[in-house]
T-cell receptor, first 118, second 113 residues
């Protein structure tokens, strides 16, 4: 299957700082990538849809100024958690599909990034 | 609004046993259903993708079935092994269809040697 890579896998930061997480599609181009957040013992929750060359689409309740998404190329999307606070501590996972642009495609996920805000 | 439920939440079986994981969804107008595996602290690994026109998909010891009309899918694991221990998630597109997915909370499987 297709490979999606995330970096870093773990990050610890102080409250008030900003953290950037990268998501790369290694062997395919993705015009659309998705960012999810996972709380312990909870479902993955979609945060936003990252669109190459345009603004991201955020799900209801997700602060776009807190979670900045940039999709500058067909293989890279970044999620920046700005002015992070302890409640932002979570597991963030990105996904992408080689069939960008339409439903029905198989989604592939990155390894996830564990953010801990002290 | 599409909702996905997985039963049971946790399952513990002895090695070698065959088992079934269940997934149900509220909106049957789906394009596909995908089963994933997640190991602790890791991302998701795609196991099987069933398109809406298909009834089942098989990969090795895994078999997934789909009954759209009843809003159900099952993941059958044959001859379970300790390495199968993980959380299994099913996911479907939300109402209206798109690439993004709505996930169940998963079934945590433990296969005991």
């Amino acid at each position: 299957g297709a490979v999606v890579s995330q970096h870093p896998s773990r990050v610890i930061c102080k409250s008030g700082t900003s953290v950037k997480i990268e998501c790369r599609s290694l062997d395919f181009q993705a015009t659309t990538m998705f960012w999810y957040r996972q709380f312990p013992k909870k479902s993955l929750m979609l945060m936003a849809t990252s669109n190459e060359g345009s603004k991201a689409t955020y799900e209801q309740g997700v602060e776009k100024d807190k979670f900045l998404i940039n999709h500058a190329s067909l293989t890279l999307s970044t999620l920046t958690v700005t002015s992070a606070h302890p409640e932002d501590s979570s597991f963030y996972i990105c996904s992408a599909s080689p069939n960008s642009g339409g439903p029905g495609g198989e989604l592939f996920f990155g390894e996830g990034s564990r953010l801990t805000v002290l | 609004k599409q909702e996905v439920t997985q039963i049971p939440a946790a399952l513990s079986v002895p090695e070698g046993e065959n088992l079934v994981l269940n997934c149900s969804f509220t909106d049957s107008a789906i394009y596909n259903l995908q089963w994933f595996r997640q190991d602790p602290g890791k991302g998701l690994t795609s196991l099987l993708l069933i398109q809406s026109s298909q009834r089942e998909q098989t990969s090795g010891r895994l078999n997934a079935s789909l009954d759209k009309s009843s809003g159900r899918s099952t993941l059958y694991i044959a001859a379970s092994q300790p390495g199968d221990s993980a959380t299994y998630l099913c996911a479907v597109p939300p109402q209206g269809g798109s690439e993004k997915l709505v996930f169940g909370k998963g079934t945590k499987l433990t296969v005991n040697p």
